[in-house]
């Protein structure tokens, strides 16, 4: 990229090198900005005859088709991309989603030259209009080699980022106590509703019973029939593993333990298990209190249908102390 002075007549379509302010230091045209047509009257309008800009030299590619070309190849699903000032483009969600991150590809891209992305955190519940990303230019230009390697490896590593939407969700929550399913209903009810409007959701199927083995299995059976996108299992008592009564109800209707113990704060007793393609959640204590806990992090992309491994939840650890 070099610079140059043009006169303003001739200025059109040229990329400013720096911020032009009026003569009582009000900003009039930013650096980075397209003179228009509009923009050479305003600034003879001024009283300038010359102009610094800039110029793309051989083997460049402009700041603004760096971005977007790098923002078309990043992610999938239900987003939209918007250019911005200054060399930048917006990934914006359509519609209410759960955002996955591939942060080891992240990573990889913004240690190399010229583009960086900022995106929300992996799992991070966004809604219709919200910016889930940023993609983000050195000023100006890029060298084309350095864009068609970025771009090479997003094609060959996939997307850094999805916008899986939700929709049409259903939940199935099991109310358990060793003497009565109601009384845990009642302690957890309110608390449970509270959580779940966080993301759009409700409980759409809702059973209490008895903390015994056969109760439980029997209820989550009932549950599973539903195809829920979660079950989740809201017990008075702390199950101290998979051999307590919840874990063996879990594993008594044929679901497999993905993961027990999560590196979260509050949440650590986490219990996650599949019945085919049906997640089942234990997380003692974390229907107790509405603030935030391991509960809220995974809700979303289980919401979204989407299968949490036992991998994943290890990654919470970073940012897992909440409280």
């Known amino acids: 990229m070099r610079a140059l002075t043009v006169d303003v007549k001739s200025s059109t379509g040229?990329?400013?090198?720096?911020?032009?302010?009026?003569?009582?230091?009000?900003?009039?045209?930013?650096?980075?900005?397209?003179?228009?047509?509009?923009?050479?009257?305003v600034l003879e309008s001024e009283?300038?005859?010359?102009?610094?800009?800039?110029?793309?030299?051989?083997?460049?590619?402009?700041?603004?088709?760096?971005?977007?070309?790098?923002?078309?190849?990043?992610?999938?699903g239900s987003f939209e991309i918007r250019l911005a000032a200054g060399g930048r483009a917006n990934l914006v969600a359509t519609e209410n989603c759960c955002v996955l991150v591939d942060d080891e590809l992240l990573r990889q891209i913004n240690c190399t030259a010229s583009v960086v992305i900022a995106t929300v955190t992996n799992f991070t519940y966004a809604v219709a209009g919200q910016r889930i990303a940023t993609v983000k230019s050195a000023p100006f230009a890029v060298a084309k080699e350095q864009l068609e390697a970025i771009i090479g490896i997003l094609k060959e590593r996939g997307p850094i980022l999805q916008a899986r939407p939700i929709r049409n969700a259903t939940l199935g929550v099991l109310y358990s106590d060793p003497l009565s399913g109601e009384r845990a209903r009642q302690l957890f009810e309110n608390i449970m509703r509270q959580r779940l409007e966080r993301f759009g959701a409700q409980a759409n199927f809702v059973l209490s019973c008895m903390e015994d083995e056969n109760s439980v299995a029997r209820s989550l059976q009932h549950l599973l029939r539903s195809k829920p996108c979660a079950i989740l299992v809201a017990s008075t008592t702390a199950p101290a593993g998979p051999e307590d009564i919840v874990g063996q109800a879990m594993i008594r209707v044929g679901a497999q333990v993905e993961r027990f113990l999560a590196p979260v704060e509050p949440g650590n007793l986490?219990?996650?298990?599949?019945?085919?393609?049906?997640?089942?959640?234990?997380?003692?204590?974390?229907?107790?209190?509405?603030?935030?806990?391991?509960?809220?992090?995974?809700?979303?992309p289980l919401l979204a249908r989407y299968r949490v491994t036992g991998w994943e939840l290890g990654g919470l650890g970073h940012g897992g102390l909440l409280a």
């Open 14 to 41: 040229r990329i400013l090198c720096c911020t032009v302010f009026r003569p009582g230091g009000k900003k009039l045209l930013a650096k980075g900005h397209v003179i228009s047509e509009e923009d050479v009257r």
């Open 47 to 76: 009283g300038m005859a010359q102009i610094w800009v800039t110029e793309l030299e051989e083997g460049e590619v402009g700041e603004d088709e760096a971005v977007c070309a790098v923002a078309s190849e990043m992610g999938c």
């Open 270 to 300: 986490l219990l996650l298990a599949y019945k085919d393609d049906v997640p089942v959640v234990s997380a003692p204590g974390c229907f107790r209190s509405a603030k935030t806990n391991v509960v809220d992090m995974v809700l979303p």
